[in-house]
């Protein structure tokens, strides 16, 4: 089975500080990793994915993700915090598998971002 | 590019009542997921699609859900009846072909049963 683990439930940080969110995994095959974030009232919005490669992910947003696979972690990071980016985040994970398996994503239970001016 | 849409946003119902959620996948997409994030917590998988087929619905909690996907395009999802505990927020989502695309999810229907 995978799992997902988002350690933090809130993470506050101060607007042109650096942020992260943490994530790790556990699978039984090398892992497809995913960031999501939701804003209020909004649905999941894809981020970023690690599938295999440099272990730094850049995506949307300034954001980006070191894949560490000694550590099964996966975080999120950010140089610089808008107070834009006050959002909900959810780490992600699918297992790469034999064909035929399920491809249904292992989810966090979310973070809560909050970025103060 | 249109995105994924769900239908209806909210909705609230009395125990025993029936509720069916729709969804619209991208146009293209052959993957469709339901998920469900349930008092806050994790966002929990419910069944998957490829095309009209049902490719694992390995999540869903009991028979009172019930799934289809009819020629292949929207998709709709009945609970019947509602219990309590199938409060929620319901997610739909949407993939590419291969195992690495990424899903595109829509803005969830936010359900209460009272």
């Known amino acids: 089975a995978q799992s997902v683990a988002q350690p933090e439930d809130q993470v506050n940080v101060a607007e042109g500080n650096p942020l992260t969110v943490k994530c790790t995994y556990s699978v039984s095959g090398n892992p497809y990793l995913f960031w999501y974030v939701q804003y209020p009232n909004r649905g999941l919005q894809f981020l970023l994915k690690?599938?295999?490669?440099?272990?730094l992910v850049k995506g949307s947003y300034g954001f980006e993700a070191e894949f560490n696979k000694s550590q099964t972690s996966f975080h999120l990071k950010k140089p610089s915090a808008l107070v834009s980016d006050s959002a909900l985040y959810f780490c992600?994970?699918?297992?790469?598998?034999?064909?035929?398996?399920?491809?249904?994503?292992?989810f966090g239970s979310g973070t809560q971002l909050t970025v103060l001016p | 590019e249109a995105g994924v849409t769900q239908f209806p946003s909210h909705s609230v119902i009395e125990k025993g009542q029936t509720v069916t959620l729709r969804c619209d996948p991208i146009s293209g997409h052959d993957n469709l997921y339901w998920y469900r994030r349930v008092m806050g917590k994790e966002i929990k998988f419910l069944l998957h699609?490829?095309?009209?087929?049902?490719?694992?619905e390995s999540g869903m909690p009991n028979n009172r859900f019930l799934a289809e996907r009819t020629g292949g395009t929207y998709s709709t999802l009945k609970v019947q009846p509602a219990e309590l505990e199938d409060s929620g927020v319901y997610f739909c989502?949407?993939?590419?072909?291969?195992?690495?695309?990424?899903?595109?999810f829509g803005p969830g229907t936010r359900l209460t049963v009272l």
């Open positions: 699609f490829v095309k009209e087929s049902k490719q694992d």
């Open positions: 690690y599938i295999t490669g440099d272990n």
């Open positions: 989502a949407s993939s590419l072909q291969r195992e690495w695309n990424e899903q595109f």
């Open positions: 992600a994970v699918r297992a790469l598998i034999s064909s035929g398996s399920a491809r249904q994503l292992t």
